[in-house]
């Protein structure tokens, strides 16, 4: 199932997806947002916005705005079946 | 004879590279500022094994080499230009051992620099509880170099980073990788442009986000001349770059790191629910911030007081001991009062400093700025921006030097130019006064008229503070990239050492930085209002003496006078009633004169302080500015209080008892005498409602602080913001005075 980062539930996890050059800026790249990473969401801010992400092992915050471009399959959450 | 070694300390942010430097350097640490810019710059000397000595640099933290603000170019500039006289002979990457992976990524950058390089991986006392383990061994093989495993909360590792530094000519400066690979076609046509230039830098250098320093605009000049790619293209290789990097250290990675996945879930995750829950969330820091402006507010009152009386009492005795003239004034009056001034500020500025440095080193910053953020975000204002604010309404000082966390150079320095709005304890004395003046003191709905002006004045200050960060949001065109990234680091419990050095620093910094010119406009401020041109000014003991005796005393004072010497009489009748003292009436009629005899000296030195300062200079200055202020129903008196009131705000009161001949200990008779003021024109009260919210107003807008302005100074490392909120903010209060002054009038 396709989605992005601003659509996961807290706890939910995908992995993202190949995305055009310019999409995202060098620094969350580096961050370890890059295609075939896998994303969890950890919590969203009270207002939907920052979201709290754990990618690549690095805990980061990103505007929802960033999150919506970031595309994902996601992971079926087996534990909660 | 050993040359000192260049170290350059590089690291992510997060990686505990303050501690490193911390234990590296200890109090051998001076902090200033790159030449032209705000970026702080750290550096510090550090004695290695067989005599030899380093100097370190901190650079600020960076995730890569590729920048995107000016604090990580100067970390890059720094590398790259071998003309430096910082120009690193090594460079120590400071990694921390759950992050490795992305660390690694800027350590096999700085080794395609060929500058030789250590690896520190930094927090190695959580390795066993986060289940990581280490084949450090293969791990220095692989990335060829040297790693210190170190600890700097058990203190463990430092003394073997040391003797790697002595014996950094033993470093290999081979590259990791070779990333020319992924566009030998771009790269081969790059080389044969500039042959003698090393491909890595050519790279960084051109594909550098932020242009300042003069190397790099030379290259890039140079470069037209071949085969350019267009900026996507130069992002596509950047992002190819990154993948490349990646891959090499996962392959590495997979050999010699080891995480035993069960052990790695744990408090953070429980910690980040609680702490950035919608409700749970914004009371704790709710709590937080009113415990840190309960500090600053309450607190440091003691301290404060204490340096207070301290250095009055040291002006005083500097008085009383040295001959009078001149320069004892000068020091008693001018350098005394004036450093009086610095110092009073310390127990505010370290105070806030201590909790910023706690909030900052546990990782509970980022959970702020990510409750924040939304909130903020329309007003131009980052999450962090929170702080400042809430601290400015105890001093503005530490709150604008607070602003140093915000990353984004935009919303620092518009927090920097809103956050003297907020109402500061300053301006307290000010306020309570006035409304006590002219504010009457009935209630409705339970609350106090007097208590809901103050209230209001609050409310006044936060909302110019909002609007104009709004406003400036949309007028100051400064280039700063829009994205929000920001990680949130791992719970620690912040260091001791670390916590105790930010306070030292800070307060350390506002001393010597903002000091001098605090010192300077003290001194100024205190000849103008110490001198005058004027035979007047020569004359003014005698003058007054003459009118003394020829007019008696003022109406007021004599008024006083008699009141006090009724109460004393009174006070001697009773205790002789109650049979405290056994007194004859002649020894009552003996106390009582005596007790004239002080009263009316001293108001006789009242009178004479009056008239000296109204021929003062300042006080010359108060009669020319008397037609501009007049319009907003001030006289020239309150004119004279305005201009002293620059030192500080709560120096209007004291003046304006100088002016009217009262002692300014004496609060209740200064607001008498204020009451018994009469505006010449009108012959009504002078501190009216109409004038008196006209002040009230003038003071919650005007940028009356000069220690404000100094820090302002500091921080953005140039006049023309302190200038521009000077002439804004005082302009603004002007304007808003007058209106209310001519409706209310």
């Not at chain 2, 809901?452 to 400036?472: D, K, P």
Request: net charge positive; with cysteine; hydrophobic share 45%.
């Amino acid at each position: 199932m396709s989605t992005s980062i601003a659509h996961l539930k807290p706890g939910q996890k995908g992995v993202i997806k190949e995305f055009p050059d310019d999409l995202l800026p060098i620094k969350l790249l580096e961050l370890g947002c890059l295609p075939g990473n896998e994303v969890e969401l950890v919590q969203i801010a009270p207002f939907k916005d920052p979201i709290y992400i754990n990618v690549n092992g690095s805990h980061i915050a990103i505007r929802r705005s960033m999150a919506l471009k970031i595309e994902l399959d996601l992971i079926e959450d087996i534990q909660r079946v | 004879m050993s040359k000192q070694i260049n170290v350059a300390l590089i690291g992510n942010p997060n990686t505990g590279k303050t501690s490193v430097f911390n234990q590296l350097t200890g109090l051998n640490q001076k902090v200033g500022n790159y030449p032209g810019i705000t970026v702080e710059k750290k550096e510090g000397i550090c004695k290695l094994p067989r005599g030899v000595k380093a100097h370190i640099i901190d650079l600020p933290g960076t995730y890569s080499l590729n920048t995107t603000s000016l604090d990580e170019s100067v970390a890059v500039e720094l590398l790259l230009n071998k003309n430096d006289k910082d120009h690193p002979d090594l460079a120590i990457v400071i990694s921390d051992v759950e992050n490795l992976k992305r660390n690694l990524l800027l350590f096999t950058q700085i080794k395609d620099l060929k500058i030789p390089a250590i690896l520190v991986i930094n927090m190695a006392d959580r390795m066993v509880r986060k289940g990581i383990s280490l084949d450090i061994a293969l791990l220095e093989k692989k990335l060829d170099t040297k790693i210190a495993l170190v600890s700097t909360r058990k203190k463990t590792g430092i003394d073997r980073l040391k003797v790697l530094i002595a014996d950094y000519k033993n470093l290999s400066i081979k590259p990791n990788l070779d990333m020319t690979v992924i566009a030998p076609e771009y790269f081969k046509s790059l080389q044969e442009t500039f042959p003698n230039e090393d491909l890595y830098k050519l790279w960084l250098v051109i594909t550098q986000d932020v242009n300042f320093m003069p190397l790099e605009k030379n290259l890039v000049k140079d470069a037209s001349s071949f085969n350019t790619k267009s900026k996507s293209e130069l992002k596509r290789l950047q992002q190819k770059e990154t993948i490349k990097r990646y891959q090499f250290i996962n392959s590495i990675l997979k050999e010699t790191y080891k995480v035993d996945i069960n052990a790695a879930k744990g408090i953070k995750a429980t910690l980040d629910k609680i702490l950035t829950h919608k409700i749970f969330g914004y009371l704790i820091f709710f709590v937080i911030l009113m415990t840190i402006f309960q500090a600053i507010y309450d607190w440091s009152s003691v301290p404060m007081d204490f340096i207070d009386e301290t250095f009055a009492a040291a002006s005083e005795w500097v008085k009383t001991s040295f001959p009078p003239g001149m320069l004892t004034n000068l020091i008693a009056e001018g350098i005394l009062s004036g450093i009086g001034g610095i110092v009073i500020f310390i127990p505010q500025i370290a105070f806030l400093f201590l909790f910023i440095s706690l909030l900052e080193e546990s990782g509970y910053m980022s959970r702020v700025v990510f409750l924040m953020d939304r909130v903020m975000r329309p007003f131009g204002l980052s999450g962090k921006s929170i702080v400042p604010l809430i601290s400015g309404t105890a001093c503005a000082i530490p709150a604008v030097m607070a602003t140093r966390t915000i990353e984004n150079w935009k919303e620092r320095l518009i927090t920097i130019l809103v956050t003297p709005f907020t109402t500061c304890s300053a301006r307290l004395p000010v306020y309570l006064i006035i409304i006590a003046l002219v504010i009457p003191e009935g209630r409705i709905l339970g609350l106090g008229y007097q208590a809901m002006t103050l209230m209001l004045l609050y409310l006044i200050g936060f909302v110019a503070a909002i609007l104009s960060a709004m406003v400036l949001n949309k007028i100051l065109k400064i280039k700063s990239h829009t994205f929000f990234v920001m990680e949130m680091p791992n719970y620690k419990l912040p260091l001791f050492k670390n916590v105790a050095y930010t306070v030292w620093e800070k307060t350390k910094s506002f001393v010597f930085g903002a000091g001098k010119i605090i010192l300077a406009i003290s001194i100024i401020l205190w000849f103008l209002g110490s001198n005058g041109f004027t035979d007047n000014y020569e004359n003014a003991a005698s003058i007054i003496e003459n009118r003394i005796q020829e007019e008696g005393l003022s109406a007021f004072n004599q008024e006083n006078i008699a009141k006090d010497i009724r109460t004393y009489q009174n006070a001697l009748n009773d205790s002789i009633s109650k049979n405290v003292y056994d007194l004859t009436p002649q020894q009552v009629s003996d106390s009582v004169h005596n007790f004239k005899q002080e009263l009316h000296h001293k108001a006789k030195l009242q009178e004479i302080a009056s008239y000296k300062l109204e021929n003062s200079y300042i006080g010359n200055m108060g009669k020319a500015i008397e037609p501009m202020v007049q319009p907003l129903g001030y006289d020239w008196k309150i004119g004279i209080a305005l201009i002293t009131s620059f030192a500080a705000r709560e120096v209007f009161v004291s003046t304006l008892a100088t002016i009217y001949s009262v002692g300014s200990d004496e609060e209740d008779t200064i607001k008498n005498r204020m009451s018994a003021e009469v505006n010449a024109d009108t012959n009504k009260p002078l501190f009216n409602l109409a004038s008196g919210i006209s002040l009230l107003l003038f003071y919650a807008f005007a940028m009356q602080c000069m220690s404000t302005l100094a820090i302002v100074k500091r921080e953005t490392n140039s006049w023309k913001w302190p200038a521009a909120q000077l002439a804004f903010m005082s302009l603004f209060a002007y304007l808003v005075a007058l209106i209310a002054y001519q409706l209310l009038k």
